[in-house]
């Protein structure tokens, strides 16, 4: 099997890895059917987060069961599933109360740059859709493996009301989700801080209501110009880092994922989605 691992600085490579097995008997086998570049895979691409080894990489991903472990009693072969970044056994306390990414057994999941991925704790990491999706409907859902969930989370940790005012700063995949999720939680008026024109005709289909393309004083003294000078109900503080990355707007067969990161981190292209069929 072949896949992405990245040696250092802005040196990517799409080389022979092992084929995942199944280790544990919690385990599962997917079949990648789209995995993509995250913006926080630039932070180790860009020497920010230094590796100490060649890393496999990707954790945003989706697919069709292959295998699965003697333990695993959720999902079966054959079916279209979703997981997350995190493995959860989402039985825990930390899991029971909503806090699945913090779960008390939780694994980091890595290498879905790759045709094949092991994902561990199987059951509570994985969501099977009722049936196979359609080919067009598949991007939509790898965003359910990462940034949808948190835009959401983001919203409801700022207590998004309905008819509430809402700052979101950050107009990558988190902030325009987050967007989204305002809207979808009732939210009147949503404030995008965006100096992009693409990504701000996305907030605007997402939900946003106005555009602050100013930055620091003058950013706070628009929203309170904006606002009655009363500011905002909830913000939403979706940055991560100076370069955040929005919506998929490049597709690249897998064996291209080098230049992925590139377009990406030469801002030539927003988000990337890989597809290991090699369908552009």
Not at 129 to 147: A, E, F, G, M, N
Not at 261 to 278: C, F, H, Q, S, V
Request: charged share 20%.
């Amino acid at each position: 099997m072949q896949g992405a691992v990245l040696y250092g600085p802005r040196d990517v490579r799409f080389e022979k890895r092992e084929t995942p097995k199944i280790i544990q008997p919690t385990d599962a086998i997917i079949k990648i059917s789209a995995a993509c570049v995250c913006g926080s895979d630039l932070w180790p691409f860009r020497g920010i987060q230094p590796i100490a080894q060649p890393t496999p990489m990707g954790h945003e991903y989706c697919g069709i069961v292959e295998e699965v472990g003697n333990a695993v009693t959720s999902v079966k072969p054959g079916q279209f599933v979703i997981g997350s970044f995190f493995a959860s056994d989402n039985v825990c306390p930390t899991c029971q109360i909503g806090y699945q990414s913090s779960c008390q057994h939780r694994e980091l999941v890595g290498g879905a740059q790759a045709p094949l991925l092991r994902v561990p704790l199987a059951d509570g990491t994985l969501v099977a859709t009722p049936r196979i999706p359609s080919d067009d409907l598949i991007p939509s859902l790898l965003t359910l493996s990462d940034v949808m969930g948190t835009g959401w989370f983001a919203a409801d940790a700022a207590n998004v009301k309905p008819g509430s005012t809402v700052v979101v700063v950050g107009d990558g995949a988190v902030g325009l989700l987050g967007m989204l999720s305002a809207k979808q939680m009732g939210a009147e008026r949503i404030i995008a801080m965006s100096r992009h024109p693409s990504r701000q005709k996305l907030a605007r289909e997402f939900g946003a209501t106005d555009i602050v393309i100013e930055r620091g004083d003058e950013g706070i003294a628009r929203i309170k110009e904006l606002t009655n000078r009363i500011g905002a109900d909830s913000v939403l503080e979706c940055v991560g880092t100076q370069e955040s990355m929005t919506v998929f707007d490049l597709t690249l067969p897998l064996d291209h994922v080098a230049e992925g990161y590139r377009a990406m981190d030469e801002r030539r292209a927003i988000k990337t989605l890989l597809r290991p069929n090699g369908t552009k």
